[in-house]
């Protein structure tokens, strides 16, 4: 176990971060002027060369403090260059949890720890689990939005621990905070859609709800994960809102 913080890494949490961290950076500075170039150039050099599959213990003990810091720092970074959406109110319609897989269950619910909603689990962490992804965000106006194309969305069908409302979906992305009850998180990184939810969509396209799809499309239907910055109790009715 790797411990960065308040975070707890295993050994194929801390390769996945190392992994995923250029490509988490480069989601938080699409279409912000490059005020987070650094950063990315930062990880990229310090990744350089590294074969991250064969890093020892302390390679990894090593470089993971520096490339969680650089993940960390980035949003601080953006909210003090003004990169903040505009003032909004949004509610928690639905709080969901599961032993594993999906759909996830709606509960009256939770404590949100370092390492998301307690009690929940994935089937497998392989893919999941991290700390940039303790939490998954997703909102109802989308689901809607996808229902009326035919698709068999609802809250917690795909997986989402957190159903949202109220908020414009396209300013919740990589490199902003939310406040949500008593929990703040900053939202880390796209969440890539995997097969396991083909039975929702029409034709089995689940990549309806990819990054890559919504860039070409300019529109903003994909999951989102976040990082856990501060814990505590979240409810269903509990207010969202962006942190200035």
């Known amino acids: 176990m790797f411990i960065v913080g308040p975070y707890e890494f295993t050994r194929e949490d801390a390769r996945n971060t190392l992994l995923a961290a250029p490509k988490i950076l480069a989601q938080m500075s699409e279409g912000r002027s490059g005020a987070i170039d650094h950063l990315l150039a930062y990880v990229n050099q310090l990744l350089e060369g590294t074969t991250i599959d064969q890093l020892t213990d302390s390679e990894i003990t090593s470089v993971l403090p520096t490339v969680w810091a650089a993940l960390s720092g980035a949003t601080p970074t953006l909210r003090a260059l003004g990169h903040i959406p505009s003032p909004q109110i949004g509610t928690l319609v639905q709080l969901n949890s599961s032993q594993g897989g999906v759909p996830k269950k709606s509960i009256d619910h939770a404590y949100i720890g370092w390492k998301g909603v307690d ?10 689990g991290r700390p940039f992804q303790a939490l998954s965000l997703w909102s109802a106006e989308v689901m809607k939005t996808l ?6 969305v609802v809250p917690g069908s795909a997986g ?3 159903t949202v409302s109220g908020l414009n979906w396209s300013d919740v992305r990589p490199g902003t905070r939310l406040r949500i009850g008593e929990v703040l998180c900053d939202i880390s990184s796209y969440a890539v ?20 799809r919504d860039l070409e499309n300019k529109t903003a239907s994909c999951r989102v994960y976040a990082t856990v910055v ?8 509990d207010p969202i ?4």
């Open 147 to 152: 229902r009326s194309e035919g698709h068999h």
């Open 193 to 212: 859609p995997c097969k396991q939810l083909a039975d929702l969509f029409v034709d089995r396209d689940f990549n309806r709800i990819h990054h890559d």
């Open 119 to 128: 009690g929940d689990r994935q089937a497998t962490r392989k893919h999941h």
């Open 230 to 237: 501060e814990r505590g109790n979240v409810s269903p009715g």
């Open 241 to 244: 809102t962006f942190e200035p």
């Open 160 to 162: 989402e621990n957190l």
